[in-house]
Every structure is written in C-alpha cells, then in structure tokens.
C-alpha cells in the first residue's frame, strides 16, 4: 500500500508540476504577444484605396513598405487615370459602396460628397487621442488647401496631401532684358509682354493646356466676374456676364495670338515641357507644374527663369488655388486601419522625407514649408519658392473665399459648358458674346436637368 500510495503520490505531484510548468512556459511564450499585438493592430487586414495616378502616390508607394511592417496591414492601392478614377469614385460613393477604405476627395467633387454625406467625419478620429497624437496637429495644414474639405458646420472630411497655388513661370528672362521687359504685374502689362516676346528669338509668348476651366476663371474673376452669382448660396451661373464675356476675349486672345500652335489640345506635360525647354515664355498654372523651369534637372532655362505672383486683374487678384486630399468613404469597413493610414501619409514625417529625399514641394503642411531645410532645397537664384507658394495657397481663407466657385458640387457641369463655350471662341467658330450666351443657357438647363434648385 505504502508503495502503491507513493508511487502513485509523486505521479499525481509530477502531473501537476508538468501542468503548471507548461502554464508556465506558456505563459512567458504567451507574455509578449499582446506588445506585438499592439504594435501590430492591423495584422491581417487588407486596406483597399484608390486616386488618380500623380506622382505623390509614385513617391509614396516607396514607403508604403515599412508602413505594412509596422501596421501588419497590406495596402492595396488602385490608381487610374483622372476622368476615370473621377467616375469611378463618384458612382462607388454615390451607391453607398464599401469597395474603397480610403479615397482620393477630389477638389471639384468635394463639395458634393461632402454634402451628401459620403464621407466619414474625421474630427472624430483626430479627436481621440488613443487614435491621433498631439503631435500630428490638424492645424498644421494650410487653413486654404484645408476649405474644400469642410462642411457648413466646421467639421473635416479629408486632409490635403497636395496644393495647387497659381502661379507665373517666366523662362526668357534674358531675352525679356533685351527687348526692355519687365515682368507683368497686371492683365494689360501681360498682353504687352506676350506681344514683345512673342516670335522673338523662336520663342511663343505665351503657352498653357487644354483644362480651360481651370486656366480661365482666375481671369473672370480678375476682371470683376463669378462662375455663379453667389456662391456657395447662389449658385445661378453668371456665364454670360459683361466681366466673363471681356475675361473670355481677353484670354483666347492671349492663345490665338501668342501661343504654340494647337495649344488649345496641349495636355499639362506638353505645356510644361515647351516652357522649361524655353520654347515659350510665360506659363501660369500650379506651383508644381511651374517651378521645374528652376528644380528640374531637365530645365534648359534654369539660369534665365522667374518665379511669381500671377498677374492681377483690373477689379481682383485672384490667382487660382486647390488641393487635393486624403478622405474615408461613410460605408468603409476598414475605417480605423484608413485613418492609420492617412495619419502616417500625411504625417510630419512622410511630408519632410518627401520634400528633403525627392524634391516634391506641393505638401501641405505649414511646418515642413517655413523649415529650413523646405526653404533651403526651394530656394533657387535667390528666389524663395516656397514662401510664394504658401502665400498663394492660403489666399481663400483670407477675407473672401473667391475660389468658392470651384468647391460647390454644381460646378463640373458648368466647367464642361465652359471648356465647349471658350473653345469656341479661341478657334473662331462663335464671338465671346454669342458663346457665352450660349454657355449660360446650357448652363442653366443642364443644373435644372440634374435637379438644381435656381
């Protein structure tokens, strides 16, 4: 008995030991699991996004790799051409679709969806501070590239990762200096020097691209005119207004005179490669697409090129600004592992690598333009690039929001009227007048075919 019982005792003691030893291995196997877990929340998930293509996410595509390493999410990023992620996104919110974790808040349909409750909130994420460090500062993006993305009421649906600040490029500086030049400060003082140059040296006066309603309001507007009559509240088309009609003539002038031939069909690439090749001397557009005339290797004009503030109008100084930003659609299913993403593109970090390991100067936030090392790379021949295009950029949220035009969800059906109507006139078919009473008429019916109160 003395035997059976202990032998039989150590075997029940050896059973619990080997049960609490293996708790025990188990447990420090187990102990750190919950630290990786936290610092990997995402672990399975597949993050599905979508924008059009633009070198922003080209860049941001070499990075996306250690995101993934220290998320544990994969991140699935569509990119399409511009009409057609446009579409696409457009019929996928508008259904109430859930393909789409992240998107790209396009500037002209902003508005629309933001209006339309496509869109999550994102104050609620940047509001906890369990989800958003103090660090990261909503603030620190520029107040202008920043009015797309609001409601009436204030709240944020999308964070600008790209700023669009109207500005002009000059490339013949020497040949201007020859002739006696000096560079254009208003629309008169623009016809003049487009005049001078054009032909001169084999150089066209002027050149620009084939995306009229972004080229031409910034004239409407400088000469006392409006896309609509009051917008955002009223949004009665004001096309054929004595200001759009003069801004119209004035413009297609400025093309049918002074341009490359075939200029109206130029795509932005076109425009900008005639410019920093010096084949044409003035060109105004965004920041962007600008300053390579100064910080492309490509640039023939480099040591020959200015930098500056668009001309202004008779009645306003309205040069043109946008952005594009980073948004969550309302039915994402993946909302939170969105909004680690967007937090970490559009960090403080990302921002600055991006400007100090590639040049891309058009991020939006404030601290990384007014840092030295921002200042030192977009400084070229004493000409300090990005204080002009901060300056630019946050220009709508001083006093007046005159790009308001642009941000209310009416506007691309007007944008395609005006494109038709002012190609129109630069080829000669129809007068201004007669175009853009034309233009107002179609404007009017197509807003009242889509349901538009006027």
Request: with cysteine.
């Amino acid at each position: 008995m003395t035997r059976k019982n202990s032998s039989h005792k150590p075997a029940g003691l050896s059973r619990r030991t080997l049960l609490r030893a293996s708790a025990a291995i188990l447990g420090a196997v187990a102990f750190p699991l919950p630290a990786i877990a936290q610092t990997k929340p995402f672990a399975g998930v597949t993050l599905r996004g979508a924008s059009f293509q633009h070198r922003f996410f080209t860049l941001l595509q070499n990075y996306i790799p250690e995101f993934e390493a220290q998320t544990g999410m994969k991140v699935d990023l569509q990119l399409s051409a511009f009409p057609v992620y446009n579409q696409q996104a457009n019929l996928e919110l508008s259904s109430g679709g859930s393909a789409f974790d992240f998107v790209n808040v396009t500037f002209i349909l902003a508005a629309r969806w933001v209006a339309a409750g496509l869109l999550a909130n994102l104050d609620e994420f940047t509001g906890d501070p369990n989800l958003t460090p103090a660090e990261w500062n909503p603030r620190d993006f520029v107040e202008g590239a920043q009015v797309p993305y609001r409601d009436a009421k204030g709240a944020t649906y999308g964070y600008s990762w790209e700023g669009g600040a109207m500005v002009m490029g000059l490339s013949r500086m020497d040949v201007m200096e020859k002739r006696g030049l000096k560079i254009p400060k208003t629309f008169a003082e623009l016809e003049q020097v487009c005049a001078a140059m054009n032909g001169a040296d084999n150089v066209n006066g002027i050149v620009s691209f084939q995306l009229h309603h972004w080229c031409l309001p910034p004239y409407i507007r400088g000469f006392g005119g409006n896309i609509f009559r009051n917008p955002p509240t009223d949004i009665m088309p004001t096309l054929n207004s004595p200001e759009a009609i003069q801004a119209v003539e004035y413009y297609a002038n400025l093309l049918r005179n002074y341009a490359p031939r075939g200029v109206l069909t130029y795509t932005e690439d076109q425009a900008r490669q005639s410019h920093m090749t010096g084949r044409s001397n003035i060109f105004i557009h965004s920041s962007a697409w600008i300053t390579p005339i100064l910080l492309s290797n490509d640039s023939k004009v480099r040591d020959t090129s200015r930098v500056v503030r668009m001309p202004a109008g008779p009645v306003h100084d309205f040069p043109a600004a946008n952005s594009q930003g980073l948004g969550i659609p309302k039915n994402a299913k993946n909302k939170k592992a969105a909004w680690e993403f967007i937090k970490w593109a559009l960090s403080p970090e990302i921002s600055m690598r991006l400007v100090k390991e590639h040049g891309h100067s058009s991020v939006c936030r404030r601290s990384v333009i007014e840092s030295e090392e921002y200042r030192k790379l977009n400084t070229v021949n004493g000409q300090d690039l990005g204080a002009l295009y901060l300056e630019v950029l946050g220009l709508p949220a001083k006093g007046e929001n005159y790009m308001a035009y642009r941000t209310v969800k009416e506007f691309p059906i007007i944008g395609d009227v005006l494109n038709k109507a002012f190609e129109q006139v630069a080829t000669g078919q129809l007068a201004a007048a007669a175009a853009m009473n034309a233009a107002q008429e179609q404007a009017v019916a197509n807003l009242r075919r889509a349901g538009t109160a006027l």
